[in-house]
């Protein structure tokens, strides 16, 4: 019994993991983020404004961590002189191009991961209007030629990376407009069990490269 309450268990935590994760942008004056996960939606940008109370609040706590920060000044010049201890140790022991090949590893190995997770985030829906003015007539169309050379090929390259189908992307031109806008939205979508899994394959890859970067011990 103990054992299909487990397995029961397991399989929900399963479900909630292949579920995406969805994070939308839309910007129009100003850059919107809200994430959504089921029913869930958490607003990220921009943040909850904070009233006048709130910001008293923070200006007394600024004042009692810059007092414990002089206290502790001391305390953290020697954490400091640590690292740098710990730094010489590693180049003392490895060379100046044996620490940076190592460095440029774990670089690699972060970007080929980067570049995976990447793959897995889908575009599902893209939209962009792009509204393009001059002085004149002659500018609003010079403007107006190099806003679709630039906008409708880059989106096209996006929305391939991320397989979006049909992107909506317009272009349009006013010669009595007060000036030129953009607005724009898209959603994004990403399974948290497939996170999860290159995140942990990434820890593992960059375990030899940092094992590699501690300084060894000299036997007495």
Known sequence: MVGFIILGILLFLLILLSIPVGVTAEYSEELRLTLSYLFIKIKLLPGPEE??????KEKKK?????KKE???????AAEKGGIKDSLKKI???KGVRGFLDIIYEMLKIILRYTGRLLRHIKLKKCDVYMLV??????????????ACSAVYPAISEIC?????????????FDYDAAGSSVAASAEFSLSPIIMAGILLKLGIKLLRPILRLRPQKKGK
């Open 160 to 172: 391939s990376f991320f397989r979006c189908g049909k992107p909506a992307v317009t272009v349009d």
């Open 91 to 93: 180049i003392e022991a």
């Open 133 to 146: 003015t001059g002085d004149d007539a002659s500018e609003t169309a010079l403007n107006y030629g190099k």
């Open 70 to 76: 002089k206290e502790e000044k001391p305390e953290k």
């Open 51 to 56: 009233n006048e109370k709130k910001a008293e």
């Open 62 to 66: 600024k004042s009692r961590k810059k």
